[in-house]
């Protein structure tokens, strides 16, 4: 069975640093696009990045320069690095491990990680 295990979240004040993980078993993480989403409380589940199995990467506007993606195929992988965080980035943050990319939109299947919390707060 696949298993997606996410890590790295936590509580920071604004301007700080976080990274977060996906490491996702068995061969299915090489074959896949994969993405990040974040859901605030009251909030749609949104769109943060994803990226392409050739390594094609978007973002949404708001965290254009200073959120990266990437993968690590010999990891099995997937990594969030979150610089220069700000309150609105607060959100339960998760990560989808299958999904595809068709006409420059991210469609989602499975499996997705458990979720984990980024809270940013002076």
């Given at each position: 069975?696949?298993?997606?295990v996410?890590?790295?979240?936590?509580?920071?004040?604004?301007?700080?640093?976080?990274?977060?993980?996906?490491?996702?078993?068995?061969?299915?993480?090489?074959?896949?696009?994969?993405?990040?989403?974040?859901?605030?409380?009251?909030?749609?589940?949104?769109?943060?990045?994803?990226?392409?199995?050739?390594?094609?990467?978007?973002?949404?506007?708001?965290?254009?320069?200073?959120?990266?993606?990437?993968?690590?195929?010999?990891?099995?992988?997937?990594?969030?690095?979150?610089?220069?965080?700000?309150?609105?980035?607060?959100a339960?943050?998760?990560?989808?491990?299958?999904?595809?990319?068709?006409?420059?939109?991210?469609?989602?299947?499975?499996?997705?990680?458990?979720?984990t919390?980024?809270?940013?707060?002076?």
């Open positions: 069975q696949v298993q997606v996410q890590s790295g979240g936590g509580l920071v004040h604004p301007g700080g640093s976080l990274r977060l993980s996906c490491t996702v078993s068995g061969n299915v993480f090489r074959g896949f696009d994969m993405a990040w989403y974040r859901q605030a409380p009251g909030k749609q589940r949104e769109l943060v990045a994803d990226i392409s199995v050739s390594g094609i990467t978007h973002y949404r506007n708001s965290v254009k320069g200073r959120f990266t993606i990437s993968r690590d195929n010999a990891k099995n992988t997937m990594y969030l690095q979150m610089n220069n965080l700000q309150p609105e980035d607060t339960v943050y998760y990560c989808n491990a299958d999904g595809y990319i068709n006409g420059g939109d991210y469609f989602p299947q499975g499996p997705w990680g458990q979720g919390q980024v809270t940013v707060s002076s």
